[in-house]
């Protein structure tokens, strides 16, 4: 699949990758990269091309970019480019036995355990979920205020999340606590952790703790649904149904590690791109106005929400798409280079962290016509930029460890964009926030208030018991 440093050897000699400019001694780029890491990564792209290298502390880095060189990337071998090399941070959070802690294969296994949970008939319920959950908090607000709205796009995440994937008996019984121990194993999550992920330091023991008290929750409401033989239509009852190729159960602890793992791969990810998309729509009235147009016209007979509807919500998944584009919530994917490689002559050595930046892809100009324009008819015929190559947008990753919960995520946002743009009109005071690069997950500078006040007509959507 991909050329070996000896395979273009016989062709001729490889070549050194082109270096960034600017390097501090023994930093590198660091300054540069903490300060901004997406204008720094720009400028390479800008000087060097689609593959450069740059330094971080003794650290070595290569970018890819622009579709080709993600299309190399993403198909490369997990023993050629390794994630598990990279994110040897998470398994304190998603735990032993599961996700990047075990075998390539392993892992692909054990994800593949969600997929029943992903089908249509379940997307038809966690619709209505989504709803339940958007309309209530939205009837929770005043008439009028001021929200910061990722807080509020990260509440009515967490809801959904732990309503559709880990069950009813969370989002009920067990909200405060887990929300306290989530919010804590969040915290969990720092520089140091990504170095030296078990250093003894109270952030990490608090993280334990928080993983601790989460599994015993989660156990509870296993035993229980055991003990009472009830079977529920979430990712958890899914995860309690399924067996490996040779016929073994999960066990409790790893079950809560993949819901740990989907929780963490999918909830903020997705509050995070719900609140850029609101923030890019609240100023474009004329998109807005569309977006409300096409709410109107699918749901003023019945107000009710359903799978069907939401799959011809076109006009909004632009919308949304364009939010992922502008602002794609991981800025940075990485992998470790274990073999020798080679991309278009350039020798790719072993050790180095191979990257790429839908950040930076997002913005060539040769892919995306005016690229800071925030314009979603870029997506519908006949322009469908996103469509000239598959690895044009790559907000969600690509090949091997794409993201499993695309679906989910752009139904969520859809439910949720529809309902709070159905019942509120919102304006800022201040000018459009910058990102934040100090987070895991890029979002805007916090805290980023917005001005709230319901629409003087009453709302098409319903709240409707899920
Ligand atoms: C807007 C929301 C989301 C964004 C932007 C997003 C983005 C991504 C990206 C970029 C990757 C690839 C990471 C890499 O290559 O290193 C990924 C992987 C993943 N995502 Fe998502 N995601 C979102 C929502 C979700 C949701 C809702 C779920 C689950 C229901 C989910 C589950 C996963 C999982 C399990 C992986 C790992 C797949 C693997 O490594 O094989 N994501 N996601």
């Known amino acids: 699949?991909?050329?070996?440093?000896?395979?273009?050897?016989?062709?001729?000699?490889?070549?050194?990758?082109?270096?960034?400019?600017?390097?501090?001694?023994?930093?590198?780029?660091?300054?540069g990269f903490l300060k901004d890491p997406v204008s720094l990564l720009t400028r390479g792209w800008n000087d060097e091309g689609d593959l450069f290298r740059f330094k971080i502390g003794l650290s070595n880095f290569a970018l890819f970019t622009g579709p080709e060189a993600h299309d190399f990337y993403f198909r490369a071998a997990q023993d050629e480019l390794s994630a598990k090399a990279c994110y040897q941070f998470t398994v304190p959070?998603?735990?032993?036995?599961?996700?990047?802690?075990?075998?390539?294969?392993?892992m692909a296994e054990q994800l593949g355990f969600l997929f029943p949970a992903l089908r249509e008939s379940s997307m038809r319920k966690y619709a209505k979920i989504m709803n339940q959950e958007a309309c209530l908090y939205a009837d929770s607000l005043d008439e009028e205020g001021q929200i910061d709205l990722p807080s509020v796009l990260n509440e009515i995440t967490v809801r959904i999340a732990s309503h559709s994937l880990i069950g009813k008996e969370v989002r009920h019984e067990a909200s405060s606590e887990f929300a306290a121990a989530y919010h804590e194993l969040q915290n969990g999550i720092n520089v140091l952790g990504f170095f030296f992920p078990n250093v003894?330091?109270?952030?990490?023991?608090?993280?334990?703790?928080?993983?601790?008290?989460i599994t015993e929750i989660f156990s509870r409401i296993m035993d229980r649904r055991r003990r009472e033989g009830s079977s529920e239509q979430d990712f958890m009852q899914t995860l309690m149904e399924a067996r490996y190729k040779d016929g073994r159960a999960l066990t409790d602890d790893e079950i809560s590690g993949l819901l740990i793992t989907v929780l963490f791969a999918g909830q903020h990810t997705s509050?995070?791109?719900?609140?850029?998309?609101?923030?890019?729509?609240?100023?474009?009235?004329?998109?807005?106005?569309?977006?409300?147009?096409?709410?109107e016209e699918l749901y003023s007979e019945t107000g009710c929400v359903d799978l069907a509807n939401l799959k011809q919500?076109?006009?909004?998944?632009?919308?949304?798409?364009?939010?992922?584009?502008?602002?794609?919530?991981?800025i940075l994917l990485v992998r470790k280079?274990?073999?020798?490689?080679?991309?278009?002559?350039?020798?790719?050595?072993?050790?180095?962290?191979?990257?790429?930046?839908?950040?930076?892809?997002?913005?060539?100009?040769?892919?995306?016509?005016?690229?800071?324009?925030?314009?979603?008819?870029?997506?519908?015929?006949?322009?469908?930029?996103d469509k000239q190559h598959h690895y044009t947008l790559i907000g969600f990753g690509g090949g091997k460890h794409r993201c499993m919960g695309k679906a989910f995520a752009i139904l969520q946002l859809k439910?949720?964009?529809?309902?709070?743009?159905?019942?509120?009109?919102?304006?800022?005071?201040?000018?459009?926030?910058?990102?934040?690069?100090?987070?895991?997950?890029?979002?805007?500078?916090?805290?980023?208030?917005?001005?709230?006040?319901?629409?003087?007509?009453?709302?098409?959507?319903?709240?409707?018991a899920a």
């Open 337 to 385: 280079v274990l073999k020798p490689m080679a991309y278009n002559g350039y020798e790719i050595p072993v050790g180095t962290l191979a990257m790429v930046s839908p950040a930076v892809s997002h913005r060539l100009e040769h892919v995306f016509a005016d690229p800071e324009r925030f314009n979603p008819d870029r997506y519908a015929p006949p322009a469908r930029e």
């Open 313 to 330: 919500q076109n006009t909004l998944e632009y919308a949304i798409r364009e939010g992922e584009r502008l602002h794609p919530p991981l």
């Open 415 to 464: 439910v949720i964009l529809a309902v709070l743009f159905d019942r509120f009109d919102f304006s800022f005071d201040s000018s459009f926030p910058l990102p934040n690069y100090r987070s895991w997950v890029t979002g805007p500078v916090e805290p980023c208030r917005i001005n709230y006040k319901r629409r003087s007509r009453p709302a098409i959507l319903k709240t409707e």
């Open 93 to 106: 959070i998603f735990g032993k036995g599961v996700a990047y802690d075990v075998a390539p294969e392993v």
């Open 271 to 295: 509050a995070i791109l719900g609140t850029w998309t609101i923030l890019e729509l609240m100023r474009d009235a004329d998109y807005l106005a569309r977006v409300r147009e096409e709410t």
């Open 1 to 31: 699949m991909s050329q070996t440093a000896e395979s273009v050897n016989g062709t001729g000699p490889l070549m050194a990758m082109p270096t960034m400019s600017g390097g501090w001694p023994l930093l590198g780029h660091l300054p």
């Open 200 to 213: 003894p330091i109270a952030a990490h023991r608090s993280r334990d703790r928080a993983r601790q008290q």
